[in-house]
Each structure stands twice: as C-alpha cells, then as structure tokens.
C-alpha cells in the first residue's frame, strides 16, 4: 500500500510541474512574441490582431512541442510503470449484448 501511494503521490507532482513548466514556456514564448511585434511591427498597422493571433497561436505550438520532446525524454530516462500510477483507470468490459432471436413472428 506505501508504494502505490508513493506512486500516486510522483503522479501528481509530476504532472503539476509538467503543467507549470508548459505554462511557463508559452508565457515566454509571447513575450518574446510581444517584444519582437514592438520592435519590428508597425504600430498604425491594420494586421496587429492577426500578429497578436499569429504570437498566442506560435507560443502555443512552440511550447507544445518543448514539453512534448522533454517528456519523451524524460520517460524514456525513467521507468514509468515502475514510479508513476495510470492517470486514468482501465476501462471495464462492457457486457456483450446478445440477441437470441426473441423477435420471431409466429
């Protein structure tokens, strides 16, 4: 019972700094987007709101694929089965619906 509440317990904090860290990397990717729009943008331009569609979309994308390569990483480092519980419980099998046949017209 220790380890599957220690299992739980790495789950948990694992995925509370996975979040941090991809919430942390899309904020700096849009201040690096917002720094760069100043700097190089035209602030009279009719297409500030596709740039500021165009830095949350990039930020997003750029932040995404960082997390997703850094966890690949580290889950090939770790064993996962080993030190993490299943974040979703495995599915129960559904009965089998079975038709006998009780439709028959006589």
Do not use: C, Q
Request: aromatic share 12%; charged share 25%.
């Amino acid at each position: 019972m220790k380890e599957e509440g220690r299992k739980k317990r790495n789950t948990a904090v694992f995925v509370l700094l996975a979040t941090l860290l991809n919430v942390i990397l899309m904020i700096g990717f849009m201040i690096l987007g917002f720094v760069l729009l100043g700097k190089f943008g035209n602030p009279d331009s009719n297409l500030n709101t596709l740039w500021l569609f165009l830095i949350f979309a990039g930020a997003v994308a750029f932040s995404w694929l960082i997390y997703h390569s850094l966890i690949k990483w580290y889950t090939r480092r770790v064993d996962v089965e080993k030190n993490f519980a299943p974040l979703l419980a495995p599915r129960r099998a559904r009965p089998v619906k079975r038709d006998l046949g009780k439709d028959s017209k006589e």
